[in-house]
């Protein structure tokens, strides 16, 4: 996958990506899944000072990105091939969901803008943005950080990103549940044991039990995803006797 990132402060994310297992993906020598690019539009700005902004017709506080700088960054990324899906991060976007994440995963180039200040002139956004994506109902300084978060989400879900395809497949969320709870060694902490089911070597009973956790645990915790389930008869019965378990405690 070939991602492009637009930004006026481009090593925000090109340092969020140098390390971890995204960066490692990144950086394989041969066959690497996926690649990102940095554009900054300062140095396709016609200012002596590499301005890209400027206030807005009509009065009121802050600056407006330009049209220009935009556009001329614009042009040169799909000059460069295949016209991409252009994606401005942005508060009137769709809100951003493991579904949209999917679905972008399977696009062969994405390209990210990053907005500053009041945000960019409405201009360019009709005529070179194809979709617009929101990260949540608040207010970030920028759209480096709701890039870095669809980047690294997204990736996740590119083969031969992860070391083990298998740990995307049962992230949360992959099949509209949160994930069930995890454990490591040792076995015992001072007052907490783990669950003797995961310690037993029974693959079915675990995963028999990691499904009711799941179950219950995004009917506790996510109604609003819960509501949208259609359970089987088995998953009812699971959530059920999750459900008297928390109620009675869960036996040893």
């Known amino acids: 996958m070939h991602i492009d990132i637009i930004s006026i402060f481009p090593e925000l994310v090109r340092h969020w990506f140098s390390q971890g297992v995204i960066g490692r993906a990144l950086q394989k020598k041969e066959d690497p899944p996926a690649a990102l690019y940095y554009w900054n539009p300062r140095e396709y700005s016609d200012d002596r000072h590499q301005r890209v902004d400027d206030r807005p017709f009509g009065g009121g506080p802050g600056m407006v990105m330009q049209y220009e700088p935009l556009a001329r960054v614009a042009q040169a990324i799909n000059a460069s091939g295949d016209k ?11 809100t951003f969901n493991h579904t949209l994440a999917a679905e972008l995963a399977r696009k062969p180039r994405l390209v990210l803008w990053c907005g500053r200040y009041e945000g ?20 970030l300084s920028g759209g480096e950080i709701a890039a870095a978060i669809v980047i690294d989400t997204v990736l996740r879900l590119v083969p031969g990103v992860l070391g083990d395809e298998q740990s995307a497949l049962e992230d949360s969320f992959q099949q509209k549940l ?21 310690l037993s070597g029974n693959h079915a009973l675990i995963e028999r039990w990691r499904l009711k956790q799941a179950l219950g645990r995004t009917f506790l915790h996510r109604p ?14 699971l959530l059920n006797e999750f459900l008297t378990e928390q109620q009675f405690g869960e036996p040893s």
Request: aromatic share 10%; charged share 25%.
């Open 120 to 139: 960019i002139d409405q201009r360019f956004i009709e005529e070179y943005i194809d979709a617009e994506i929101s990260i949540g109902d608040f207010v």
């Open 84 to 94: 991409p899906l252009h994606i401005y991060l942005s508060p009137q976007g769709s």
């Open 178 to 198: 949160l994930d069930h709870p995890h454990y490591t060694r040792p076995e015992n902490t001072a007052t907490i044991r783990a669950p003797e089911i995961l």
């Open 224 to 237: 609003d995803i819960f509501c949208q389930l259609d359970l089987s008869d088995a998953q009812q019965n």
